[in-house]
């Protein structure tokens, strides 16, 4: 029996359009209301993502920066698990994309930074609702990194390059693509299937109780942590090698028809 709903948001529940469909809306509603537990398990920073949980009426604590980071809802929400990036490697980081010429998002403390108000943060923070602060980082005290994230909207194989480089240069550390343009870079305990379980463990699921769904390669380690592990249909390739079920596209309810199937419940 499924007792906890372990999800990404983009592209699993949240259309390219960045609009929940009505059926979504109503089967995580459902869910909650026979007994789920419904969890955000997101790349995003947990401030962008606090009004996607109030719109979802999701009151479990939110999973952000790929699983850096666990904290309740509110303005006085305890953290209950938290893994960033030591200052000096997040400064190579910052060094190495500067001398490249790489567009970086710099999140300290769950606020974004960036050194230049380009179009790459335009774009990242128009779609998402985000605020950010444009500053030159060496004025910045580099500590309590959440996350850098590297964009290039433009060239997804340099973005590949990236993730090669840098898994290369510092294997310490988690570093995978989570769309096509996006190289995430955090700790290496910052991965969603570290959250996942130590949500599990707080409130006594079984690994066997929880189904995990998601949609890009960074939700492998979700999928992971779930009992019945089930890739989008809009999903990559690599994914869908790791899931137990393939389930239809986020334009198609993927994720209702997933939760029709194994939770048992109609929506």
Not at 224 to 248: Q, W
Request: proline fraction near 2%; aromatic fraction near 8%.
């Amino acid at each position: 029996m499924i007792k906890m709903v372990a999800t990404d948001i983009d592209g699993t529940i949240l259309g390219y359009d960045f609009v929940f469909r009505p059926a979504v809306k109503k089967c995580i509603k459902d869910l909650q209301e026979s007994g789920i537990k419904v969890v955000l398990v997101t790349g995003r920073m947990h401030y962008a993502t606090e009004n996607i949980a109030k719109t979802l009426g999701i009151t479990t604590p939110i999973v952000s920066y790929q699983g850096g980071l666990i904290k309740e809802q509110g303005e006085n929400g305890r953290v209950l698990y938290e893994k960033t990036l030591s200052p000096k490697r997040a400064k190579e980081i910052i060094r190495w994309a500067k001398e490249n010429n790489i567009h970086i998002n710099l999140y300290m403390k769950d606020v974004l930074y960036v050194e230049n108000d380009d179009i790459a943060v335009r774009r990242y923070t128009g779609e998402r609702a985000i605020p950010y602060k444009v500053c030159n980082f060496d004025d910045l005290k580099i500590e309590h990194v959440n996350k850098i994230l590297a964009i290039d909207f433009d060239d997804a194989e340099r973005v590949t390059g990236w993730v090669n480089y840098l898994r290369e240069k510092m294997p310490e550390l988690y570093i995978v693509k989570s769309t096509p343009y996006f190289c995430e870079i955090t700790n290496n305990e910052a991965k969603k299937s570290c959250a996942v379980k130590f949500l599990s463990n707080l409130w006594g699921i079984k690994k066997e109780e929880i189904l995990a769904i998601g949609d890009q390669n960074n939700d492998i380690e979700l999928l992971k942590s779930g009992g019945i592990a089930v890739a989008m249909g809009n999903g990559t390739s690599e994914l869908k090698s790791c899931a137990d079920f393939v389930t239809d596209t986020i334009d198609n309810d993927g994720f209702v028809k997933a939760v029709e199937k194994f939770c048992k419940i109609k929506v």
